[in-house]
């Protein structure tokens, strides 16, 4: 059985949809980052502040690998996560990749002054490039699904839609072969 993994800009609630989504499932869920942490006993900013962004990735690269292996795991990963081929490849083997997305504008929003993301430090501009680079990963997801005016709810509800749409599909295959 494979997992579902949730890619995407930061704010765009790949881990309150990932949670809601896996009880919905009765799956279990993981949160890379909060693996991270877990491995680290440290949090993302202190990592980034004590040991800058490739220890990060690095770290994050082995629990990418070993979440990857699981089965019926809904996996919320970080934004940059997927930019690294490895991680993609380790968790496209075994997953289905859900991208959220949402317009710039609207992140900017639900993110407002709680602010500890290392990356969302920068200037308003530094940020937009970021958000414009990464599109072309984003978009290379089996499934994206476009949050922009979806509560938490509705976007949950869409994957579920997608996933049984899937499951139909897949069981009419399976019938006429
Ligand atoms: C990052 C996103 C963060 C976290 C780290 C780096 C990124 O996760 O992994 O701060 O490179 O976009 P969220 O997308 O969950 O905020």
């Given at each position: 059985m494979r997992n579902i993994v949730l890619i995407?800009?930061?704010?765009t609630g790949k881990?309150?949809?990932g949670r809601r989504l896996a009880q919905s499932l009765a799956w279990n869920f993981a949160d890379t980052d909060y693996e991270i942490g877990e491995v680290t006993k440290l949090s993302v900013s202190e990592?980034?502040?004590r040991h800058g962004e490739t220890r990060f990735r690095s770290e994050e690269r082995i629990v990418v690998e070993r979440l990857s292996q699981e089965e019926?795991?809904?996996?919320?990963?970080?934004?940059g996560t997927v930019l690294n081929p490895s991680?993609?490849?380790a968790l496209a083997e075994n997953g289905i990749i859900i991208s959220l997305y949402a317009t710039l504008e609207v992140i900017l929003n639900r993110?407002?002054?709680r602010n500890d993301r290392p990356l969302l430090r920068n200037t308003r501009e530094e940020i937009e490039s970021l958000w414009s680079e990464r599109q072309p990963y984003y978009e290379k997801?089996?499934?994206t699904i476009d949050t922009t005016f979806k509560t938490i709810d509705e976007v949950v509800s869409e994957i579920l839609a997608l996933l049984g749409g899937m499951a139909i599909h897949e069981f009419t295959r399976m019938a006429k072969d």
């Open positions: 995407g800009f930061m704010g881990s309150t949809v990592i980034f502040r019926k795991l809904v996996i919320a990963t970080g934004g991680n993609w490849r993110i407002g002054h997801a089996d499934f």
